[in-house]
C-alpha cells in the first residue's frame, strides 16, 4: 500500500505552560566572542526558536499530508497505465468508482504497492467485478507487476502486447468473453508461474512463444475455441505441472515433446479433436497424477510404458479408438 498519513504528536497543556514561564523570566544573557566583545542575548530569542520550530514541524505535517499527490506526479507511469485501462471500461462498475487523482492510486480498489518509494504497483485484483470492456495495452507498462487477475468479469477482445510485464508472476484472466491473443502478447513475460485463460471465447491457435517462458508451471486454456495443434515448443518448460487444453477444437497428433515435461502431474486433453497414437514417451511422466484424454480421436494400442506412471490416479481415456490389451 501506499504512504499513510502522519499522526500529529498530541501537547499537554501542562508543558506548553511551562515553555512559556521559562521564556519569559530567562535572565538576560551574555558570552565572550573573539575580540573580547560581548553579544547580548535578548530573552526573546528562545521564543523564536521555539516558533522556527513550530514552523518547521507544521510545514513536515503539511508535506506528509500531501503526500499522496506528490507522489502522483513522481510516479506518472502506474498512475497513467491505471487511468488508460479504466478508459477501455465500457460500463460504471462501483470498483472503479474512486479511480481517480484525488487519492493516491495506491488506495485505490484492487491496486496494491509496493512498500518503499518510488511506490510501484506490484498486484490488481479485480476479480468478479462486474468489469465490461478490453484489456488495454498500457498494463503492459506496470513493469513491476506481480500479479494481475482480471477473472470473472465481462472483458472482450483481444490481449494486447504486455511485453513490459517482466517480474509478473500470474496473470488469470480466465471466464471473461475473450476472444483472441495477440502472439506476442507474453511473449517478453520471463517470470511468468501460473496463466489462466479458461473458460473465454477464445479462436486462433496457442501461442507457441508461450514455450519459451521457462518458469511456467500452470498453463489453463480449458473451454475456449482454440484450433491448431498443442504447441511443440511446450516440451521445452521443465518447471510445468499442470497442462489444462480440455474442450477446444485442438488438432494434430499427441506432441512427441510432451515427455520431456518429467514435473509434469496434470495433463487434460479432453474434449477436442486430437488423433494418432499416444507415444511411448508418455511414459517419461513419472509424476503424473492426472491423464485426460478422453472425447478424442486417438487410436492405436495404448503404450506399454503406460505401466511406469505409478503416481497415476486419475485416468480417462474414453470415447476414442483404441484398440488390443490393457497395459
Request: proline fraction near 7%; aromatic fraction near 6%.
Amino acid at each position: 500500500m501506499g504512504p499513510q498519513p502522519a499522526e500529529h504528536p498530541t501537547h499537554s497543556s501542562h508543558t506548553t505552560t511551562t515553555r512559556q514561564t521559562h521564556a519569559e523570566t530567562a535572565p538576560v544573557l551574555s558570552c565572550c566572542v573573539p575580540g573580547g566583545a560581548e553579544v547580548m542575548r535578548s530573552p526573546k530569542q528562545p521564543a523564536k526558536l521555539a516558533m522556527l520550530l513550530l514552523l518547521a514541524f507544521l510545514l513536515l505535517c503539511d508535506e506528509v499530508g500531501n503526500v499522496h499527490g506528490k507522489t502522483i506526479h513522481e510516479n506518472s507511469v502506474d498512475l497513467h497505465a491505471l487511468l488508460d485501462f479504466k478508459k477501455g471500461i465500457t460500463n460504471d462498475p462501483p470498483a472503479l468508482s474512486n479511480w481517480n487523482t484525488t487519492i493516491h492510486f495506491c488506495l485505490w480498489n484492487g491496486v496494491h504497492c509496493t512498500t518503499t518509494r518510488p511506490f510501484r504497483i506490484s498486484s490488481l485484483n479485480l476479480t468478479g467485478q462486474n468489469l465490461q470492456g478490453h484489456i488495454t495495452s498500457s498494463l503492459g507498462n506496470l513493469s513491476f507487476l506481480n500479479q494481475l487477475d482480471l477473472s470473472y468479469n465481462s472483458l472482450f477482445g483481444t490481449i494486447p502486447i504486455l511485453n513490459h510485464l517482466q517480474q509478473v508472476q500470474n496473470f488469470y484472466v480466465n471466464n471473461n468473453n475473450l476472444t483472441g491473443i495477440n502472439p506476442d502478447a507474453l511473449s517478453n513475460c520471463s517470470s511468468l508461474v501460473s496463466l489462466d485463460f479458461s473458460s473465454n471465447l477464445l479462436v486462433g491457435i496457442i501461442p507457441p512463444k508461450l514455450g519459451f517462458l521457462l518458469n511456467l508451471e500452470y498453463i489453463n486454456f480449458k473451454s475456449n475455441k482454440l484450433e491448431g495443434s498443442v504447441p511443440d515448443e511446450f516440451g521445452k518448460l521443465p518447471k510445468l505441472q499442470q497442462l489444462l487444453l480440455a474442450d477446444n477444437r485442438l488438432s494434430g497428433e499427441f506432441p512427441q515433446s510432451i515427455g520431456n515435461l518429467t514435473s509434469l502431474k496434470n495433463l487434460v486433453l479432453t474434449g477436442n479433436n486430437l488423433s494418432g497414437e499416444v507415444p511411448q514417451s508418455i511414459g517419461k511422466l513419472t509424476q503424473l497424477i492426472e491423464l485426460s484424454l478422453g472425447n478424442n480421436k486417438f487410436e492405436g494400442p495404448l503404450p506399454l510404458s503406460l505401466g511406469q506412471l505409478t503416481q497415476l490416479t486419475r485416468l480417462f481415456l474414453g470415447n476414442n479408438k483404441f484398440e488390443g490389451p490393457i497395459p
